[in-house]
């Protein structure tokens, strides 16, 4: 059975830190594209962060040298480190993974989401 279970989201203060984390199992994780998205009420999802097989990873623009992505495929665990928070990072945050890369058959699977405040 999939599983993506994210943690660590909660209420903050403008300019603190959050480090989200994704737990994953059912699937062959390290075989798999991992990516944070985030949603608002009202907007369409968007892509935040993504890491490939490998370490490469790339940013929205909104997030560029405040977020990081990392993996660790020994935990089977992905994560976001969320540095200097504006309002406008208050959303539900998805955890990602599709793959496996190496097949042109993808599967999509989602976590539940988390809850991130940015709030005086």
């Known amino acids: 059975q999939v599983q993506l279970v994210e943690s660590g989201g909660g209420l903050v203060k403008p300019g603190g830190s959050l480090r989200l984390s994704c737990a994953a199992s059912g699937f062959t994780f390290s075989n798999y594209a991992l990516s944070w998205y985030r949603q608002t009420p009202g907007k369409e999802r968007e892509l935040v962060a993504i890491t490939w097989t490998g370490g490469t990873t790339n940013y929205a623009n909104s997030v560029k040298g405040r977020f990081t992505i990392s993996r660790d495929d020994g935990k089977d665990t992905v994560y976001l480190q969320m540095y200097s928070l504006k309002p406008e990072d208050t959303a539900v945050y998805y955890c990602?993974?599709?793959?496996?890369?190496?097949?042109?058959?993808?599967?999509?699977?989602w976590g539940q989401g988390t809850q991130v405040t940015v709030s005086s």
């Open positions: 990602n993974a599709n793959g496996p890369l190496s097949s042109a058959r993808r599967n999509d699977y």
